[in-house]
Each structure stands twice: as structure tokens, then as C-alpha cells.
């Protein structure tokens, strides 16, 4: 919602940039490492003339290609640059054609013909991973870790017609830790801060202060690509040589060794293609009687005989004998609970434990686990930043939540959120990585497929959402306080509503959980046969969701509880500038009782961490909240790699009509609520008002006079009314906004400028005169900022066609005594909520969701239950 906005208001604003000693630069290359070198070359505000990238792969541009075309920079994807060592004339004519000064290498697999390289005024730059001239050549990160280097690092250097031999430009180096992997050293190092280097060599290009430092060949070593066949564990090498062997050969090509079967470096492949963690090897084996002690021998044949007594029907108790298989029901489970209580010294099991075991010999392994105190669940380990605040010890997790656990990034990367009332540091949260991500997805996946979760009775998963929800109004006031910390929301507004509604939310789809329901369908019978054909609804599996920055829990709770309640299991990343109540509510969630991989929680970018969703093929659905730009990369991410279900809610630009026969006290209230309400950071926010001829001078008065009542502060005291603005980024561009309000001719009534104290505040503001080709009246703010818009008495279907005249579609409202008229403008309005006589009233059994370039799917009621189930007809023949 926000980034749309965001896109168009850099029309106004590029006056700004000054373009001294810039470069126009064509990219050559390719992957996620070029997409953030041309945008960061772009923000530098050097001209990107043309992006020669690789072509589309299954219909799938390359990131570098993504960037660009949105950008409108003009694309070139060739599959070779040269036949027979001589360059493609047409290649050769559409890079001439961009007039490039200088050739930027981030990441390039192709080969480029050295007319090309030499081609510009200042040539072409490459980044390579290793500090060179020590491994020249393909698999630089590779080897610096295999061969033992104490030191990584990246180099930019001059292209010339040798490999990687040309003259150095400038070189950043970093100490290799015992257990880095390739992984671990391009996330934490050679991906950050290459990038930075590579703005930095351009720019030091364009001020002529470059340097050209010629390569030593004291030291220089080339090694080639390493393959498979190459990469086979020798043993007789020291403890340290290995290491460096495993790790840097790394997940490809995967170093291996046989050992009754294939050993990967994370996985054993057993001779039948079973796979199993590593670290499992030893252990996965059976349990053999002789291992038991004695008194586990005699618990195994007490339980021997209950098995007997209940399976009356078996002959012998087998160790493959399965208790359900052999006809055991739900009140046989709780009989052989109580017996083995009863016959073995207190030992107390739960239903659950017979559910997980159901064969003889796994359950026997199950008890004696029991006995030993080994299937206990390790402590949950939080390490908290605390802060005495608001009267009360606020205690905030800050790492990510994975398969049950706060941990580091893989990379130990972190970043700053920011306290948006004074802009202090609240502290340093993990930054998750692609490695993160990927054990985040295993974690869920694993939990569905193998875990308690995939087996629980409906029902008891509810209990455990009723457990969660009683948490969250237990914490409420530090849940709301951090709240106000991170986001700048009022606290008593996020006691209400952000902690409030979240809590309901919870409770709501709790009671859902046992009520899935699927049908019978009388078919066309096919005689003499006859047919019952019926339906159920399951699970999709792992769910992705991706929420705003706004209501940082509220929303977590609109999506993640409908889809707890159906059975999935999630991936939640929280907005970068908002993290800190979703990790709060993990180490809830574990209190409740949650399994571990059920809910995870990884804090991190949009690039990198939401797109890696998107892309993943491990997940089922994603669901977004966010601006329709991003959705629109989403949709297509999803559609690209595993055509995974998507729910998106995204802009809006929500017309509200006053109408002259209205209750004006109540519609200039409620018209304040509509605009102002959580500082205008409010997806459904009415972003125009239009306000009949007859009343619209008496309204706008009535209207600033009560703005200036407002007692605008620190969102902790209890009589404020409007706190700061989410993030700094946010309120610059809420004054570019109207910035480009009043360049177009738009009235200024009050407000419009950044309020003089500490932190993030704007001042509430008021536009009228705003016409219909206007920017303001097409665009979102999303913030404090008022459009008014005034039509002519009488004229209904006038002011529809104007409200309607907007690829948005999310919200709406009417004010007028006329309800004939209001059912009328109700019906017409094209938008998926409408409110009448009222607004921002939204019910966690009302279903809430867009209409057009707002989106599509919904949230909240039974409605949002479909988002995250998916059908299946059965047909049985009798």
C-alpha cells in the first residue's frame, strides 16, 4: 500500500538528485547480488543505460532482468554474446546502442567479447570472490575455505583479456571463522558488502580517483571448478584438513564418503533411498531388547502383556504388531494409559505418545526414552532485550524463531529497529538469511508431514489456539507497549485494537478448528452401481505469510490464526521495521503449548527473505498484506515456481461520500476516525472524501477545528491521540506527498509539514480543491493526510462514477439519513467492504478483503478459513 505511493512520488522528487560526476553504466551479469547492485547504483543516481542479463529460464526472468524492467531501464537477454570467437553483430549493435561509459561485472557466467570489454570510455569493472590474484577462476569461495585461508574477501578489478588478472581497483577482506561454510561467508560478508563495493568503485570512477594497482603473480593460484567426481572424502588427513575439505565443498558439489551407503554431508542415503539427517545416523538404528536395563526389560513385558490383554484377537505381540492396525480404538488408547500408569510404577504417558508409536517396537522405544528422560522437550532458551517502560519490565525476544528455537541469522547478521518516537535504537534484531529461510520452510514442512501437529485431533488444536489466545490477553500490556515502542501506535488505541482484536481473532478461529466440514453430493448414479461421492477439506501444508508494518500483530493474527485453525503449518516474516511483537508472540506460542516447526518466525528483508518465500517449492500458499506493486512480484513468484495458492491484500484508495442530509456532528467524527485513525497507517483509510457543494465549507471548518484539538505526542501517554509515523522513510515521503499536493493545485487547509520535536511526527493536514486528475486523488497516502473533493448537490451517480474511478478497491463508506440512497450508493460502490454511517468498523467474523488492483481472497470469518484449505471430492463405488 505504502510502496505505490512511494514509486510515483519519485516523479516529484529526482529535481533533488544531483547528478555531478555520474556515470552511465551498462550491467552485465545476472542474480540477486546484480539486482542490488543496479538498484543501489541507481539510488547513487548513476543512469543505467541498458541490463544485458541471461534469458528467461522456464519462463522465469532473472532477478537482475525483474529490477530492471520495473524500473523501465532498458533489458537486453542474450543467450551468447559470440559464435566461433567472433562477436554477434546483432549483440554487438544493441549494446553500442546504449551509449554506456562504463560496464559494470557483478555476477556474469557468460563469456564477453573483449571489443565489449574495451568498449567504453572507462571499460568494464568485475567483481570476483577471493582476493585476488589467490584463486583466480570459477569456485573462489569454494577453495578459500578448502585450502584453510585465515582470510576471505572479494577484489574489483580492471577487465582485461586474461583471467581474473587484471589491475585492481579496490579489495575488502574478513577473517574466516572455524565453522563458516560458502553460505555462512557470502551472507555475512562477500553479498553485503561486494555491493557496497561495487557502488564505491563506480563512484570512484566518476571522481577520477581509481586506481589501477597491477596484480602480483607472487602468490596467484588458479583452481578450476571442482566437480562431483572430484569431491570424495579422503580420510587420511588431519581433523582440520577435513573440516576445511566438508565445508567448503559445501551443498554443491557436496563432499561424500560411503559408509554402508552414501553419506552427504547433511543427509545418509541408505541403500532403499531412505534419507536421514546426518546426526542421526547412530541412533536411528533399532533398539534391541539386550540394550534395555533390567528394569526395562521387565516395563517392556508388563507392557507386552497389557498390549495382549487389549489386542485379544492377535495371536503373538510382535515387535511390527500396529495397536490400530490390529483394531484398537480411542477408548483402547486410554486403557492402556491407565494400565501401563497403573503396572509400571506411575509412568505417565499421554494419549499422544500412543498415537505417535502405534507399532509394538516403536512404542517400547517411546517408553524406555520416557523412563530415561530423553523425549523431554529441551527448555525454551530466550535471550531477551529488556527495557523498564511504561511502569512495567518490557522483555522483547530479537532472534529468529525456527522448529521451536530463538537462534542467531546462520550468518550473524543483524540490524537495527528503531524506537519512531525519538529514533533511538530499541535493539539489534537477527536478519535472516536464504540459509534461514530454507530451515524455517524444513521446520514447518517436517512438522505437517511427520510431526504431532499433522496427527492432532481437531479439536485439541483449538485448545491450543484458546491456550495461545488466553496468553496474548495475559501479556496485553507489554504485548502493547512494545508495541507503541516499535510501530509508534497509541498505547490505549493498541491495547484495543492491535492486542485486542489479534486476541479475538484467535479465539475466533479456535472455535472453528473442530468445525470443518466437508459435504455429500447425490451424483448421477451409474446402474445398477450405486455412488456416495462426498468432499473434505485438508490442510494445504506449509504456509508462507508476509505481513505490514502498521498493525504488526493484529495482522499476524488475521492470517496465521485461520491458518493454524486449518491445519497448516507456517512461515511468518514480519515487516524489517516491525519485528518485535511477532517474536514476542513465538515465545507465547511455545508457552501455549505449540509443537515445534508449527510456527516459525524469521525477521529480515523483503528481497530477500519474501522473495525466497515466494520462489520456495516446499510452500503451499502464501498470504500478503502489503502494497500492490509487491503483490504483483508475488503473484508472479508464486505462479513461477510452484504455482502455490496466494491471497493478497494491497492499496487502496477508499472513496468516503458525504452526503448533505447526513448527521454532520457524527460524519465529521467519524470523517477524522477515517482518515486519522492509527496516524493514517490504515489500509482501508478513506483516501478521498467527497463531500456534497451544499455543506462542504461548513464541514472542512467543522473539520480543522476539531484537527486542532488533537494532541499530537509520545504514544505511551494516555492522552495522545496521534503518535509518530511508523519509520523515518515513511514520513519523508508523506511529505513529498504533499509536496506534489500543492505543485498540482491543491488547497492546503491545514497541516502538511513534519512536526518540530524528536522522532518521526507529522502534523495532521487537510487538502481541498482536489480535482479528479490530480495526484492526490489517484494516489495513496497512507497517513495523515486528508482529500477533500466537493460534487455537486444532488448528483449521485456523478460522485459514484468519480469514487469508482480508481484501480483500487478495498474499502468505502457512505454518510446520509437517506437509507434508500445508502443502500443504493452501496450497491453500486465497487469495493469489498462498504460502510454506511459509520467506518473503520471491521469484526473478526466479517470477512475483509479487495475488489481490483486491492487484491483478492479474505481474511477474518468463516470466508478466510478457504484461503488456506483446499477441497477434495471423493467418490466411492458400492
Not at 594497482?213 to 571448478?225: D, F, L, N, R, V
Not at 472453528?512 to 448421477?524: A, E, L, V
Not at 446402474?527 to 498493525?551: D, M, Q, S
Not at 484508495?653 to 456532528?665: G, H, N, V, Y
Request: with cysteine; net charge negative; proline share 4%.
Amino acid at each position: 500500500m505504502l510502496w505505490r505511493g512511494g514509486q510515483a512520488l519519485r516523479r516529484f522528487s529526482t529535481g533533488r538528485v544531483c547528478f555531478k560526476n555520474k556515470l552511465k553504466v551498462a550491467l552485465i551479469g545476472q542474480s540477486l547480488f546484480g539486482q542490488e547492485v543496479y538498484s543501489h547504483l541507481c539510488k547513487e543516481g548513476h543512469r543505467v543505460v541498458g541490463v544485458f542479463t541471461v534469458p528467461d529460464k522456464d519462463g522465469k526472468a532473472d532477478p537482475l532482468a525483474l529490477a530492471a524492467e520495473k524500473n523501465g531501464t532498458p533489458v537486453f537477454k542474450f543467450p551468447r554474446w559470440r559464435v566461433k570467437g567472433k562477436t554477434i553483430k546483432e549483440v554487438a549493435e544493441a549494446y553500442r546502442s546504449v551509449g554506456a561509459e562504463l560496464n559494470v561485472l557483478p555476477f556474469c557466467t557468460q563469456f564477453i567479447p573483449m571489443d565489449v570489454i574495451d568498449g567504453p570510455k572507462h571499460g568494464s569493472i568485475i567483481y570476483h570472490p577471493s582476493i585476488l590474484p589467490r584463486h583466480r577462476g570459477a569456485s573462489a569461495i569454494n577453495w578459500t575455505l578448502i585450502m584453510g585461508d585465515k582470510k576471505a574477501g572479494f577484489s574489483v578489478f580492471w577487465a582485461d583479456d586474461g583471467l581474473d588478472t587484471g589491475p585492481i581497483l579496490l579489495q575488502r577482506s574478513c577473517d574466516v571463522e572455524p565453522n563458516d561454510t560458502v553460505d555462512a561467508l557470502y551472507n555475512r560478508f562477500l553479498f553485503p558488502e561486494g555491493i557496497k563495493a561495487m557502488v564505491e568503485a563506480v563512484q570512484l570512477i566518476a571522481d577520477g580517483k581509481a586506481p589501477r594497482i597491477p596484480q602480483s603473480e607472487e602468490g596467484a593460484t588458479y583452481e578450476g571448478i571442482q566437480k562431483k567426481e572430484n569431491a570424495k572424502i579422503s580420510w587420511n588427513q588431519s581433523a582440520e584438513a577435513l573440516h576445511n575439505w566438508i565445508r567448503g565443498h559445501d551443498k554443491v558439489p557436496g563432499a561424500w564418503a560411503e559408509i554402508n551407503g552414501q553419506l552427504m554431508v547433511r543427509n545418509l542415503q541408505f541403500e532403499d533411498g531412505k534419507m536421514i539427517p546426518a546426526s542421526q545416523y547412530f541412533s536411528s538404528g533399532e533398539m534391541s531388547m539386550v540394550e534395555l536395563t533390567a528394569e526395562e526389560v521387565k516395563v517392556a513385558e508388563t507392557i507386552k502383556v497389557i498390549w495382549a490383554g487389549i489386542l485379544s484377537n492377535v495371536p503373538a505381540i510382535e515387535d511390527s504388531t500396529d495397536f490400530f492396525k490390529s483394531g484398537a480404538s480411542s477408548m483402547d488408547v486410554a486403557r492402556l494409559v491407565e494400565e501401563i500408569r497403573q503396572k509400571c510404577g506411575g509412568l505417565q504417558l499421554q494419549n499422544e505418545d500412543v498415537y505417535m508409536a502405534t507399532k509394538f517396537e516403536d512404542f517400547i522405544q517411546k517408553v524406555v526414552r520416557k523412563l530415561r528422560g530423553e523425549d523431554q522437550e529441551a527448555e525454551l532458551v530466550v535471550d531477551y532485550v529488556s527495557k523498564e517502560i511504561n511502569d512495567m519490565t518490557v522483555k522483547m525476544p530479537y532472534q529468529c524463531f525456527i522448529n521451536g528455537q530463538f537462534t542467531d541469522a546462520e550468518d550473524g547478521q543483524t540490524y537495527d529497529t528503531i524506537n519512531p518516537t525519538d529514533g533511538s535504537t530499541i535493539c539489534k534484531v537477527s536478519y535472516a538469511s536464504l540459509v534461514d529461510v530454507d530451515k524455517a520452510v524444513a521446520a514447518a514442512k517436517d512438522a505437517f508431514e511427520n510431526g504431532e501437529w499433522g496427527r492432532m485431533n481437531a479439536r485439541d488444536r483449538g485448545r491450543l489456539m484458546y491456550r495461545l489466545a488466553d496468553l496474548m490477553e495475559e501479556k496485553q500490556e507489554e504485548l502493547a507497549t512494545i508495541e507503541a515502542l516499535d510501530s509508534g501506535a497509541v498505547y490505549t488505541l493498541a491495547l484495543k485494537t492491535h492486542i485486542g482484536m489479534s486476541v479475538q481473532t484467535f479465539r475466533y478461529f479456535a472455535g472453528w478448528c473442530d468445525k470443518i466440514q466437508g459435504s455429500t453430493i447425490p451424483i448421477n448414479q451409474a446402474r445398477p452401481n450405486r455412488n456416495l461421492t462426498f468432499t473434505k477439506k485438508e490442510p494445504l501444508g506449509v504456509c508462507a505469510i508476509i505481513i505490514p508494518w502498521n498493525y504488526p500483530l493484529m495482522m499476524l493474527a488475521w492470517k496465521s490464526a485461520a491458518c493454524l485453525a486449518a491445519g497448516n503449518t507456517l512461515v511468518l516474516k514480519p515487516a524489517q521495521v516491525t519485528p518485535l511483537t511477532a517474536l514476542k508472540f513465538a515465545e507465547l506460542s511455545v508457552k501455549a503449548g505449540f509443537p515445534k516447526g508449527v510456527i516459525n518466525i524469521i525477521p529480515g528483508s523483503g528481497g530477500v527473505v519474501g522473495q525466497h518465500l515466494s520462489e520456495h517449492p516446499d510452500i503451499r500458499k502464501l498470504g500478503f498484506t502489503g502494497s500492490t506493486l509487491i503483490g504483483k512480484q508475488i503473484m508472479k513468484s508464486c505462479a513461477m515456481s510452484n504455482l502455490k495458492k496466494v491471497s493478497l491484500e494491497l492499496g487502496g484508495k477508499s472513496p468516503l461520500i458525504i452526503f448533505s442530509d447526513c448527521e454532520l456532528d457524527k460524519a465529521v467524527r467519524m470523517g477524522m476516525g477515517a482518515v486519522f485513525f492509527n496516524k493514517g497507517e490504515n489500509c482501508i483509510a478513506a483516501g478521498r472524501l467527497f463531500v456534497e457543494e451544499s455543506i462542504h465549507d461548513e464541514f472542512v471548518t467543522r473539520m480543522v477545528e476539531e484537527i486542532k484539538k488533537m494532541k499530537i505526542g509520545d504514544p505511551l501517554d494516555r492522552s495522545t491521540d496521534h503518535g509518530p509515523q511508523n519509520h523515518k522513510a515513511h514520513l519523508e515521503k508523506l511529505l513529498q506527498y504533499c509536496e506534489a499536493g500543492v505543485k498540482e493545485g491543491a488547497t492546503l487547509v491545514y497541516g502538511g509539514r513534519q512536526v518540530q520535536r524528536p522522532g518521526f511526527f507529522m502534523e495532521p493536514t487537510v487538502f481541498t480543491d482536489v480535482e479528479d486528475h490530480m495526484y492526490l486523488a489517484k494516489e495513496e497516502s497512507f497517513g495523515p493526510i486528508m482529500v477533500i473533493s466537493k460534487f455537486q448537490n444532488g448528483d449521485v451517480d456523478g460522485v459514484l462514477q468519480r469514487a469508482n474511478n480508481t484501480e483500487y478497491g478495498l474499502a468505502s463508506g457512505v454518510f446520509t439519513r437517506d437509507i434508500n440512497k445508502a443502500m443504493y450508493v452501496s450497491e453500486k460502490l465497487e469495493a469489498g467492504t462498504v460502510f454506511i454511517n459509520t467506518y473503520n468498523k471491521t469484526d473478526v467474523a466479517a470477512p475483509f478483503g479487495g475488489f481490483k488492483q486491492s487484491g483478492f481472497g479474505k481474511d477474518l470469518g468463516e470466508e478466510a478459513l478457504n484461503e488456506y484449505l483446499k477441497t477434495k471430492t471423493v467418490t466411492l463405488e458400492y
